[in-house]
């Protein structure tokens, strides 16, 4: 076996877990959830929804990793043997999400090289909102299967870029994170500085951050605002088990946890001012969705023909939004693999190197299916059910597992072990774990089916059901039946002399 990965510092830890949970979701769709529910509110409500929720969940994930030394799958048969299929659910759920999030990324870098067109299309919105239909050739449908060859190549830079970036575990995505995480900060500093001089700024900031009081008591806000908060720091996912399992023994989780989580916090309201700052100064806030596909290659591109009457200048700020979407896309997707490569190398003994380039190329193969004309229809649909209902009833399974069946309070113990001038209480962390969590959780999941079956007739979108079923439905059975086919396999490997490590919490 080779020796396990380590961060070089606490500082690089911090970075990587940053870029990790500051993704796409962050620059799109936590502005549009603002903008959707009273801008200051929902930041309240998320707020809220951090702390009481998030937080302890972060340090949970980050703690008992770092103890095991394992990745996802490992650490909840270290939680209970029962329990490691909830381990392969996570795991196989973050393969899921990766082949299309990948396809996301492609997008960003196809719009980043065609920037340049913006120049030639001041004020003219409907060319602007239409270079994406026009550069993917997408239908919006389950109709038609070609496959545009830019599209093709972004896509196979998107994975090169990916590979590269965790070749080497720990040690490549600590060198990576050094650039990729501060690069997005400077490029959002510098459309916020743009957007703040713009005559009509004010009014996108005043919207932004000033509460509206009758906007709490809409449940929409509350489950948005929940759901922002559980999707952005990366937790679920197998992602933090991985980098727990790489954080050494004389790290202080409990302070780290809480950095991570306010610095994600940060970039997202940083994100907010850029969006609400340049939507306002050029007259379109009421244009602000909280789709973040529609934001990002439908929305904001009208908007950068609108900046100015000089058509180079807006080609460039175009080019700086879409360098921006690609620093923080390429973070998020390299972590979701290297959590899926991690669980799956010490699962199997297998050599980490070996097991990330396999992952790349399968994922890479199946993300093919995503840019074909009828792409963002099969990755609509795929979204919807790994993040509404596969995701949810993991974090579910996650809080039971560790909070009712395990000693929390030797978890909380991991969390505290090096903490000097913050300790988590028992009170936050045990309330949270065991209660809070899971009721919001649950509640989360009980309003995704209320509107999916009471609201929409049990079908989403104008999709045929058919497509739902196998995209949707099909692959959360088999995420959540993973672990068990995944036994089989294992069993079957036993024979042959196959053995499993012995993962126990040592104290």
Same mark, same amino acid.
């Given at each position: 076996?080779?020796?396990?990965?380590?961060?070089?510092?606490?500082?690089?830890?911090?970075?990587?877990?940053?870029?990790?949970?500051?993704?796409?979701?962050?620059?799109?769709?936590?502005?549009?959830?603002?903008?959707?529910?009273?801008?200051?509110?929902?930041?309240?409500?998320?707020?809220?929804?951090?702390?009481?929720?998030?937080?302890?969940?972060?340090?949970?994930?980050?703690?008992?990793?770092?103890?095991?030394?394992?990745?996802?799958?490992?650490?909840?048969?270290?939680?209970?043997?029962?329990?490691?299929p909830v381990g392969w659910a996570a795991t196989s759920n973050a393969f899921v999400i990766v082949c299309y999030y990948s396809v996301v990324f492609a997008w960003v870098i196809l719009m980043f090289i065609n920037s340049w067109q913006f120049a030639g299309m001041t004020g003219n919105a409907e060319a602007a909102?239409?270079?994406?239909?026009?550069?993917?050739?997408?239908?919006?449908?389950?109709?038609?299967?070609?496959?545009?060859?830019?599209?093709?190549?972004?896509?196979?830079?998107?994975?090169?870029?990916?590979?590269?970036?965790?070749?080497?575990?720990?040690?490549?995505?600590?060198?990576?994170?050094?650039?990729?995480?501060?690069?997005?900060?400077?490029?959002?500093?510098?459309?916020?500085?743009?957007?703040?001089?713009?005559?009509?700024?004010?009014?996108?900031?005043?919207?932004?951050?000033?509460?509206?009081?009758?906007?709490?008591?809409?449940?929409?806000?509350?489950?948005?605002?929940?759901?922002?908060? #559980? @999707?952005?720091?990366? &937790?679920?996912? +197998? %992602?933090?088990? /991985?980098?727990?399992?790489?954080? *050494?023994?004389? $790290?202080? =989780?409990?302070?780290?946890?809480?950095?991570?989580?306010?610095?994600?916090?940060?970039?997202?309201?940083?994100?907010?001012?850029?969006?609400?700052?340049?939507?306002?100064?050029?007259?379109?806030?009421?244009?602000?969705?909280?789709?973040?596909?529609?934001?990002?290659?439908?929305?904001?591109?009208?908007?950068?023909?609108?900046?100015?009457?000089?058509?180079?200048?807006?080609?460039?700020?175009?080019?700086? #939004? @879409?360098?921006?979407? &690609?620093?923080? +896309? %390429?973070?998020? /997707?390299?972590?979701?693999?290297? *959590?899926?490569? $991690?669980? =799956?190398?010490?699962?199997?003994?297998?050599?980490?190197?070996?097991?990330?380039?396999?992952?790349?190329?399968?994922?890479?193969?199946?993300?093919?299916?995503?840019?074909?004309?009828?792409?963002?229809?099969?990755?609509?649909?795929?979204?919807?059910?790994?993040?509404?209902?596969?995701?949810?009833?993991?974090?579910?399974?996650?809080?039971?597992?560790?909070?009712?069946?395990?000693?929390?309070?030797?978890?909380?113990?991991?969390?505290?072990?090096?903490?000097?001038?913050?300790?988590?209480?028992?009170?936050?962390?045990?309330?949270?774990?065991?209660?809070?969590?899971?009721?919001?959780?649950?509640g989360l999941f009980a309003w995704n089916m209320i509107v999916l079956f009471g609201q929409k007739g049990g079908s989403y979108g104008d999709y045929p059901i058919w497509a739902q079923l196998v995209a949707g439905w099909g692959v959360s059975v088999l995420v959540f039946v993973s672990g068990f086919i995944a036994?089989?396999?294992?069993?079957?490997?036993?024979?042959?002399?196959?053995?499993?490590?012995?993962?126990?919490?040592?104290?």
């Amino acid at each position: 076996m080779e020796k396990r990965s380590q961060w070089s510092s606490r500082f690089t830890f911090i970075l990587a877990a940053i870029g990790s949970a500051v993704g796409l979701g962050n620059a799109w769709r936590f502005p549009g959830l603002a903008a959707k529910h009273g801008g200051g509110t929902f930041l309240v409500v998320y707020l809220f929804a951090m702390l009481a929720m998030g937080i302890p969940l972060l340090m949970m994930e980050i703690s008992i990793a770092r103890k095991f030394r394992k990745g996802a799958i490992e650490s909840m048969r270290g939680i209970g043997k029962k329990w490691e299929p909830v381990g392969w659910a996570a795991t196989s759920n973050a393969f899921v999400i990766v082949c299309y999030y990948s396809v996301v990324f492609a997008w960003v870098i196809l719009m980043f090289i065609n920037s340049w067109q913006f120049a030639g299309m001041t004020g003219n919105a409907e060319a602007a909102s239409g270079l994406f239909f026009e550069l993917t050739e997408t239908t919006g449908a389950i109709e038609g299967f070609g496959i545009p060859w830019q599209v093709l190549l972004c896509l196979v830079i998107a994975w090169g870029l990916i590979f590269f970036c965790i070749r080497n575990g720990a040690s490549s995505v600590g060198k990576v994170v050094k650039f990729t995480v501060f690069a997005p900060v400077i490029l959002l500093l510098i459309m916020a500085v743009k957007g703040c001089t713009m005559p009509g700024a004010i009014d996108g900031l005043k919207i932004l951050f000033v509460p509206d009081a009758n906007a709490f008591t809409d449940p929409s806000l509350w489950v948005d605002a929940i759901g922002q908060v #559980f @999707y952005s720091l990366s &937790i679920m996912m +197998a %992602i933090m088990f /991985a980098y727990g399992s790489y954080v *050494g023994n004389d $790290a202080d =989780v409990a302070a780290d946890a809480m950095i991570i989580a306010f610095s994600d916090m940060a970039i997202s309201v940083l994100s907010g001012i850029v969006m609400f700052t340049t939507m306002g100064g050029t007259g379109m806030l009421d244009k602000i969705t909280d789709s973040g596909i529609g934001t990002a290659f439908i929305v904001y591109p009208q908007a950068i023909v609108h900046l100015t009457d000089i058509g180079w200048f807006n080609a460039v700020f175009g080019a700086i #939004f @879409y360098l921006m979407l &690609i620093t923080l +896309a %390429i973070d998020s /997707a390299f972590s979701i693999v290297e *959590g899926v490569s $991690a669980a =799956v190398a010490d699962k199997f003994h297998l050599k980490p190197k070996k097991v990330t380039l396999a992952i790349c190329l399968i994922a890479g193969v199946i993300s093919i299916l995503f840019i074909t004309q009828a792409g963002l229809a099969w990755l609509d649909i795929v979204d919807n059910w790994a993040n509404s209902v596969n995701l949810i009833l993991i974090g579910v399974l996650e809080c039971i597992a560790i909070g009712w069946t395990f000693n929390l309070r030797k978890v909380l113990g991991e969390v505290n072990k090096n903490a000097k001038r913050f300790k988590m209480p028992y009170w936050w962390f045990s309330v949270s774990v065991k209660f809070i969590a899971p009721v919001l959780l649950v509640g989360l999941f009980a309003w995704n089916m209320i509107v999916l079956f009471g609201q929409k007739g049990g079908s989403y979108g104008d999709y045929p059901i058919w497509a739902q079923l196998v995209a949707g439905w099909g692959v959360s059975v088999l995420v959540f039946v993973s672990g068990f086919i995944a036994k089989i396999i294992i069993n079957k490997k036993k024979q042959n002399g196959f053995v499993e490590d012995e993962v126990i919490w040592k104290d």
